[in-house]
Structures are given as C-alpha cells and as structure tokens.
Nanobody, 120 residues
Framework: QVQVVESGGGLVQPGGSLTLSCAAS????????MGWYRQAPGKERELVAR??????TIYADAVKGRFTISRANAKTVYLRMNSLKPEDTAAYYC???????????????WGQGTQVTVSS
C-alpha cells in the first residue's frame, strides 16, 4: 500500500503564489509518474501537471506558463503556482502511478486533496 499526502493549500489573493507538496511512502512499489489534478465543485477532475522519471512534463493549457511541476526525488513532487487566478480555485490532488516489481500489476494512488482558494 502506498500513502500519498499533499500539503501547501490555502487562501491566496489573485496574482499570488503557492507551492503544493506531495510525498508518497510505502514499499514494493516503483513510481513512474507523479502528477497533480484538480476538481472544482460540480466539475470533472482534470489534469493540471504531470512528470515522469525522465523529466518530461505535461501541463494543462490553463496553467501553462504559470505553474511548474518538479520532483525532488522518486517519491516527492511539488507544484509551484504563480499568478494565481480565481478560476484556479479547486481541490488539488496528487496522483502516483507505478508498478509492483514482484507482480505483473500496475496501480494508481491518490492523496486526500488540498484546497486552493484564490479570492480577493
């Protein structure tokens, strides 16, 4: 089992910045990709940013140029959010994808979410 914990959310004014952190823990699981998704009330969960071990990153068009995903190590990922807008308000979830080396199995794990509210 893999535990995924996010932190760093909060209330910020438009134009401000926040950094979200995600830490995964567990054993027997090899992480391939880590990413951030968000979901606002009444809306579908959507990809924000994703990063793989080779360093390739993917960003949603809505956040490209403002958000930066980075990886401190195999189990820790950050999301730096600059120039925040009210439409960025959502619950942000960390996603961890990988595989169990001793088994022919892949899996995805999710954190509990951290709320980001952008308002003046």
């Amino acid at each position: 089992q893999v535990q995924v914990v996010e932190s760093g959310g909060g209330l910020v004014q438009p134009g401000g910045s926040l950094t979200l952190s995600c830490a995964a823990s567990g054993s027997g699981f090899s992480i391939n990709a880590m990413g951030w998704y968000r979901q606002a009330p009444g809306k579908e969960r959507e990809l924000v940013a994703r990063i793989i071990p080779g360093g390739r990153t993917i960003y949603a068009d809505a956040v490209k140029g403002r958000f930066t995903i980075s990886r401190a190590n195999a189990k820790t990922v950050y999301l730096r959010m600059n120039s925040l807008k009210p439409e960025d308000t959502a619950a942000y979830y960390c996603n961890v994808g990988g595989y169990y080396g001793g088994y022919d199995a892949t899996a995805d794990y999710w954190g509990q979410g951290t709320q980001v509210t952008v308002s003046s």
